[in-house]
Structure formats: structure tokens, C-alpha cells
């Protein structure tokens, strides 16, 4: 009995505790917190503005001159004066200058620096070959080699080497003058010295000289067409370019740099237009105008590509409508080699090739591809190209060009 009222009173004292902790804190929750008081800064000084009545007071009286009363320095820059100018009104902006390229008549002679790299794969090789004591099999096998790297082609090789066997064989002692001549006349003699390599660009009874210039991608046609109208202008001729690549951007506006600067007028049409149509218009043009040469510049053509090479055609046949094409010039890379000479052959079958100009004949480029691709399509080189400059575009010399390649 005494533990039951025991845990009774243990139980009343654990409920009035429970309630008694409850109580107190709802009375906490609803007291309001305490509030900080503000901490409050004095205001930094500022400039004094001005009041309302400063500002709206009368304007004081101040003493005033008459224009009479005032005196002028006698000295205006002394006094500080500022002189006014007269400012002229802008000229107006003077058309490009038309040039006045460097004459043709022994360009190459000038540009034989340029066909250095040549000279020491195939004159000076022949050369240190030829001025051997003994001149065995061993040796001549080596200067056959010699000219087939340089891409003389293996027919003119094995004629040159058989002419060199026997005018040496009867010449007996070799000195370093002699060999050089006996080197240079066969040289020039495989090249062919007799061979006709003017641009016939002089104008006819049917109307202006019509040149045609082809080739495929990227040998350089229209930077070509338009050094060949420096080389014709500096020859005094007046030239009309025809701009009738229409398929690479921007090739028209190419030729037309081209030819303002030598003062020839562009004739050109829509960009992916008819090139025959821009070909036509350009003849009918430079015959209106009674120029002397018409150069139309095709648009690169794959060699492998029927369809395009059969367009190529197209355009011959529509130009000669006005007359007679006078010369179609092949433009060919002679850094390709053999390659060259297969576009060669495919353009040949396609249109009547009269001559070839050969770009980018410095550098590493062999000089043997001038017999090669002579020999290919039995005409001649009237054009090679020695650099990048403008009038860096030679006619074809070959007594200049064999002395460029073996040396002095």
C-alpha cells in the first residue's frame, strides 16, 4: 500500500513539473523580442548649397564699354590671338596610277639569278661529270641519271648523251672552257634554237590577236593572263582582258587588278555565268575598240573531267565566230614533272595548243621540262615564269636560259 501512494505522489509531482516547463515557454514565445537601438552616425560635412534667396537675388551692377571704348592690341599674336585659317575643301581621290612595266627585251637575262636551284641539279652536275679524267660507262650511266632527274625525258636523254659521247671522243684534252662550250651548244641544240617563240598578239584584218589561255587548277592561269598583258603593254600593244573563269570566286576581279594597273579594260560577266558568252563579248569588245590583243583567261579544268574539257572546246569554237584564234597557250606548272606532261597531252587533243608557258620555274623546279614538253607536243616555249613579282613573266630565250643553267 505505501509504495502504490508513493509512485502516485511521484507521478503528480512529474506531471506539475511537465506543465510548469510548458507554460513557461509559450509565455517566452509570445514576448516580444528585444530591439537594438539604432546606432546613429553623424552625417559627413558637406559643401555648403546655395539658398533659395542667394540665388534668386538681383544681379549686381557692373561697369560696361561701348564697342568705341574698347581698344584693340596692335600686336595679334602677341596678344594671344587665334589666326583662323582657311581650311581647303578635300581633293577628291585620284584614280590608281597606270604602270609603266619594265621592257621585255632581255628580261631573262635579268631574271637568271632566279634559276639557280636549276643550275645546280642539272648544269653544274653535267659539268663536274664531264670534267672526270676517265669517262667509263660508271660515269656516262651517271649523267644519263642526271638528266633524267632533271626531267629531260628519256628520248632527248639518251640523244644527248650519244652527241656528248662523240663530240668528246674526237675533242680528246677537256678543259673546264671547252667542256662549257661543247656543254652549252648541245644544250641549246636539244632545247632547238630555230624554233619560232614569239606571242603573236598583233592585230589582223579580222580584228584584234585572240590568245586563249588554258590549263588546269592552280598552275596559276590568271595571275599568268595578266602578266602577259604587262609583257604585251610594255611591247606596246593595247590589250582587252577577258574574264571568262566563272566558276573560282573572285578570279574576275583577279584579272581586273590586273589590268587597271597596266590601264586594260576587263570585260567580264555574272559570277558562274557562260564562259563562252564572256569570251565572245570580250573579242566583240576589243574589236569595237580596235586594240591589238585579246586575252581570254578559261577557267581551270581537270584533265580527267570530259564534260569541262569539252566546254574548254565550246569556248574556242564560239570566239572563233568573230575569227581565228591566234594562239593557245598552255599554262603548265613545272614543278609537276611528268604529271605536266599528261595535261599536256589531254589539252592538245582538246584544242590546238600553239605554245607553253612555264610557271614557277625558280625555286625547285627542274629545268629539263623545257625539252620534255617540247618534245611531247611538238611546239615550242614561248613563256616562263621565274617568281612572283609582276614582271617576273620572261619570254623564253634558249641561248639565256642554257647560260643560266650551266653558269659563267
Known amino acids: 500500500m505505501e509504495y502504490v501512494i508513493l509512485a502516485v505522489v511521484i507521478a503528480?509531482?512529474?506531471v506539475g513539473a511537465i506543465a510548469g516547463l510548458v507554460v513557461s515557454g509559450r509565455r517566452r514565445q509570445q514576448l516580444p523580442p528585444k530591439s537594438q537601438a539604432p546606432v546613429i552616425t553623424a552625417p559627413k560635412p558637406t559643401p555648403r548649397e546655395p539658398q533659395v534667396g542667394e540665388e534668386s537675388a538681383p544681379p549686381t551692377e557692373e561697369p560696361r564699354r561701348t564697342v568705341e571704348e574698347v581698344e584693340l592690341p596692335a600686336d595679334p599674336?602677341?596678344?594671344?590671338?587665334?589666326?583662323?585659317?582657311?581650311?581647303?575643301?578635300?581633293?577628291?581621290?585620284?584614280?590608281?596610277?597606270?604602270?609603266v612595266p619594265e621592257p621585255t627585251a632581255g628580261r631573262l637575262v635579268r631574271l637568271r639569278s632566279r634559276l639557280s636551284r636549276s643550275q645546280n641539279s642539272l648544269g653544274k652536275g653535267l659539268l663536274s661529270l664531264l670534267s672526270r679524267e676517265h669517262l667509263d660507262e660508271d660515269t656516262w650511266e651517271e649523267i644519263e641519271d642526271t638528266l633524267l632527274t632533271a626531267d629531260v625525258g628519256v628520248a632527248p636523254t639518251q640523244e644527248l648523251v650519244e652527241r656528248l659521247r662523240t663530240?668528246?671522243?674526237?675533242?680528246?684534252?677537256?678543259?673546264?672552257?671547252?667542256?662549257?662550250a661543247l656543254l652549252r651548244e648541245e644544250l641549246v641544240e636539244l632545247i632547238g634554237k630555230d624554233a619560232d617563240r614569239t606571242?603573236?598578239?598583233?592585230?589582223?584584218?579580222?580584228?584584234?590577236?585572240?590568245?586563249?589561255?588554258?590549263?588546269?587548277?592552280?598552275?596559276?592561269?590568271?595571275?599568268?593572263?595578266?602578266?602577259?598583258?604587262?609583257?604585251?603593254?610594255?611591247?606596246?600593244?593595247?590589250?582587252v582582258l577577258g574574264a571568262a573563269d566563272t566558276f573560282r570566286a573572285a578570279a574576275a576581279d583577279q584579272l581586273q587588278t590586273w589590268g587597271e594597273r597596266v590601264g586594260a579594260r576587263t570585260v567580264r560577266g555574272p559570277e558562274g555565268g557562260d564562259p563562252a558568252s564572256i569570251a565572245f563579248d570580250a573579242v566583240k569588245e576589243g574589236i569595237a575598240e580596235g586594240v591589238d590583243t585579246v586575252l581570254i583567261d578559261t577557267a581551270g579544268r581537270l584533265h580527267t573531267k570530259t564534260g569541262l574539257m569539252d566546254e574548254l572546246g565550246k569556248v574556242k569554237r564560239v570566239v572563233e565566230k568573230h575569227g581565228p584564234v591566234d594562239e593557245?597557250?598552255?599554262?603548265?606548272?613545272?614543278?609537276?614533272?611528268?604529271?605536266?606532261?599528261?595535261?599536256?597531252?589531254?589539252?592538245?587533243?582538246?584544242?590546238?595548243?600553239?605554245?607553253?608557258v612555264l610557271t614557277k620555274l625558280d625555286g625547285t623546279a627542274k629545268g629539263g621540262i623545257v625539252v620534255a614538253v617540247?618534245?611531247?607536243?611538238?611546239?615550242?616555249?614561248?613563256?616562263?615564269?621565274?617568281?612572283?613579282?609582276?614582271?617576273?613573266?620572261?619570254?623564253?630565250?634558249?641561248?639565256?636560259?642554257?647560260?643560266?643553267?650551266i653558269g659563267d
Not at 77 to 99: K, L, R, S
Not at 204 to 230: C, F, I, Q
Open 12 to 14: 503528480v509531482v512529474a
Open 77 to 99: 599674336e602677341a596678344a594671344g590671338a587665334v589666326e583662323v585659317v582657311e581650311v581647303e575643301p578635300a581633293e577628291a581621290e585620284a584614280a590608281p596610277a597606270v604602270e
Open 167 to 180: 663530240r668528246v671522243k674526237v675533242l680528246g684534252t677537256r678543259t673546264p672552257d671547252e667542256l662549257r
Open 199 to 239: 606571242v603573236r598578239s598583233t592585230k589582223h584584218e579580222e580584228g584584234p590577236a585572240v590568245v586563249l589561255v588554258v590549263g588546269v587548277n592552280g598552275v596559276g592561269k590568271t595571275t599568268t593572263t595578266g602578266k602577259l598583258a604587262r609583257v604585251l603593254v610594255a611591247d606596246g600593244r593595247t590589250v
Open 328 to 356: 593557245v597557250l598552255l599554262v603548265l606548272d613545272a614543278t609537276t614533272g611528268q604529271n605536266g606532261l599528261i595535261q599536256a597531252r589531254v589539252f592538245a587533243e582538246v584544242v590546238d595548243i600553239t605554245g607553253i
Open 374 to 405: 617540247q618534245r611531247e607536243l611538238g611546239v615550242p616555249v614561248k613563256l616562263i615564269g621565274l617568281g612572283e613579282g609582276a614582271d617576273d613573266l620572261a619570254p623564253f630565250e634558249p641561248g639565256a636560259f642554257v647560260d643560266a643553267l
